[in-house]
């Protein structure tokens, strides 16, 4: 049987081995917080450690969602940024490439500086916060010792998450308890539904090169939250729009780092807002 390896228990690797336990062997990794899944192998692992235990599993392919994500923190804390976001893919690749497994590895729509929007795969990179800067050296990382590999790159991940909330979940939150919210009209992305993304990623695990593998649709944060609403019944009169000047952020943000999807629709479903979102609730439903 085919050996999967996802490095990374949270809300994007738990949904990878969800959608990959039926057909691979797959093992998921966690570093300080234990991920249980049914039917995994679990492992710890620290990619800013030691990863030997990579080459006694053997994986056929590796899929590497591990992450520094918050993005003010990593313009605080620059050195830890670069130490899990450019030096441990590089410490992650170098093993895959000696056991021969498929590499890929997850980075981000803030590669970008976000001057124009509906980036491809083809545009030059160009990151105006280090969360960026460092995902880029990662991704430099992976592309020079597994020349193969898939650079994936997503926007906004979001879904059900028990450990900790993101954008839709902690919005559905503040709405249900009826706290209005202050949300930015002058920030697009494309966002993505983790459970989408695993099932984009597994669809090309065979392929080589850079992706964009996010949700297919161009959206303000702002427009976002009125989607989120409509879909869980909530007030959307509690969503307040603001500009991005008012927020105290360390980091910049791109003002637009939405991206082309037509490339790797070519090959898996990139869902639109509405979908993902309808997803998300049936699932709330059937729980």
Wanted: hydrophobic letters at 40%; aromatic letters at 8%.
């Amino acid at each position: 049987m085919i050996k999967l390896l996802v490095i990374g228990g949270g809300l994007l690797g738990r949904e990878v081995a969800r959608a990959s336990r039926d057909r691979f062997e797959t093992t998921l990794t966690y570093n300080s917080s234990r991920s249980e899944m049914k039917d995994c192998q679990i492992y710890p692992i620290d990619i800013t450690q030691n990863v030997n235990i990579i080459e006694s599993l053997s994986p056929d392919y590796i899929i590497l969602t591990a992450a520094m994500t918050d993005v003010d923190r990593c313009e605080v804390d620059r050195a830890g940024a670069w130490k899990v976001n450019a030096l441990g893919p590089g410490k992650v690749a170098a093993v895959a490439e000696k056991v021969g497994a498929k590499l890929i590895y997850i980075s981000t729509d803030y590669v970008f500086d976000g001057e124009r929007g509906m980036y491809k795969e083809s545009d030059p990179v160009a990151p105006i916060n280090y969360y960026g800067e460092s995902k880029l050296a990662g991704e430099k990382a992976a592309q020079q010792i597994c020349p193969d590999c898939i650079i994936a790159r997503t926007s906004v991940l979001y879904g059900w998450n028990p450990d900790r909330h993101n954008f839709v979940t902690w919005a559905i939150d503040q709405m249900e308890k009826g706290i209005k919210i202050n949300i930015v009209n002058d920030q697009y992305n494309s966002p993505t539904l983790a459970s989408n993304l695993a099932d984009m990623l597994l669809g090309i695990r065979d392929y080589e090169g850079v992706f964009h593998a996010c949700g297919s649709e161009r959206i303000n944060r702002y427009d976002f939250a009125v989607e989120i609403a409509m879909a869980f019944g909530l007030d959307e009169s509690l969503i307040n729009p603001i500009t991005s000047e008012r927020l105290n952020w360390k980091a910049k943000r791109p003002r637009d780092s939405s991206m082309d999807v037509s490339k790797i629709s070519r090959l898996t479903k990139s869902l639109n807002v509405k979908n993902s979102l309808k997803t998300m609730a049936m699932i709330r439903r059937e729980e």
